[in-house]
């Protein structure tokens, strides 16, 4: 698969001391790439730069066999994009802004623009002062996907959408990416981008410190299982016999194991009768906080 988007050692640091240091990506044609961290932690820093909006300390980035800085224009006209904070001129209606970034991409397709408004189901003729923070969201996402871009850079594209709008952007991005386009997504919604990416990147304190091939979360070989017993004799009898519980309540426990040794689990668990017995998944939510564990006070 072809990289079409290629950082190498991108580093920002500005005046308050924060900043990126040593962003190293690579993203392949077709693929939808989410990108992970909280406010502040460096994703929207790392997305100006691929837009060309500013300049690197140190490192480059490629776009497409472009230099992201040097031919900034070349870039964002394979580009499309959504960012976290929308601001759009608050005297225009939805479809004016629309027909005017339609005019300054000089498109021919007004046709496609037409089914993105009935996608999104809402009346693009309201002036945007007017609008709420969903319906400016929905103005942006068509202005960012009207004209079929090369990549798609989405900076929480569904904020401010109600939850039948977010299931319909990902259904959006599935057929994007079934059209082999490339797409980098960063949200904070994890079923999100757990439903639409191929791999992750996780940010923190302006430095990537994971990267996941989703198969990886979805085959992680840590298990976890819930079991509920029918009743109390049996659920004492089976902690006597297995020891490794993480959680006690009532007649239920949680238990942590590895892929390996769950044969023996159940050898064990055949003896009892249960009301329920079942795998939790393991989300991408559980491995991303991983990383960003509150402290304590005073630690």
């Known amino acids: ?60 980035i490629i776009v497409d066999g ?35 970034i339609f005019e300054i991409r000089k498109l021919k397709d007004w046709k496609y623009v037409e089914e993105l408004i009935e996608f999104w189901e809402f009346d693009p003729k309201v002036k945007i002062k007017r609008m709420s923070k969903g319906m400016k969201q929905k103005v942006s996402l068509i202005c960012a996907f009207m004209h079929k871009p090369k990549i798609l850079i989405l900076d929480e594209p569904t904020s401010g959408l109600d939850p039948l709008m977010q299931q319909k952007f990902i259904s959006l991005i599935k057929e994007v990416k079934a059209e082999g386009r490339t797409v980098i997504l960063s949200s904070h919604i994890f079923q999100e981008i ?16 994971s990267n996941i091939d989703m198969d990886e979360i979805k085959y992680n070989e840590n298990k976890k299982f819930e079991i509920v017993f029918k009743n109390k004799t049996d659920l004492k009898l089976f902690t006597n016999e297995y020891k490794k519980i993480e959680t006690i309540e009532n007649k239920k426990v949680i238990i942590h194991l590895k892929q390996n040794q769950i044969k023996k689990l159940m050898q064990i668990i055949s003896k009892f009768d249960t009301k329920i017995f079942k795998e939790i998944p393991f989300t991408l939510e559980e491995y991303f906080m991983d990383f960003y564990k509150f402290k304590k006070d005073g630690e």
């Open 194 to 209: 757990e439903k639409t990416c191929d791999r992750v990147a996780i940010v923190k304190n302006g430095r990537i410190v």
């Open 66 to 100: 472009i230099n992201a800085w040097k031919d900034a224009d070349k870039v964002n006209s394979i580009l499309g994009y959504v960012p976290g904070e929308i601001s759009m001129p608050e005297f225009m209606t939805g479809i004016e802004f629309i027909k005017y």
């Open 1 to 60: 698969m072809k990289e079409l988007i290629k950082i190498n050692n991108l580093t920002k640091e500005f005046k308050n001391g924060h900043g990126i240091y040593d962003i190293n990506l690579s993203i392949r044609e077709g693929e939808v790439f989410g990108y992970l961290g909280p406010n502040g932690a460096g994703k929207s820093t790392t997305i100006r730069h691929i837009l060309g909006f500013m300049k690197p300390q140190k490192g480059k």
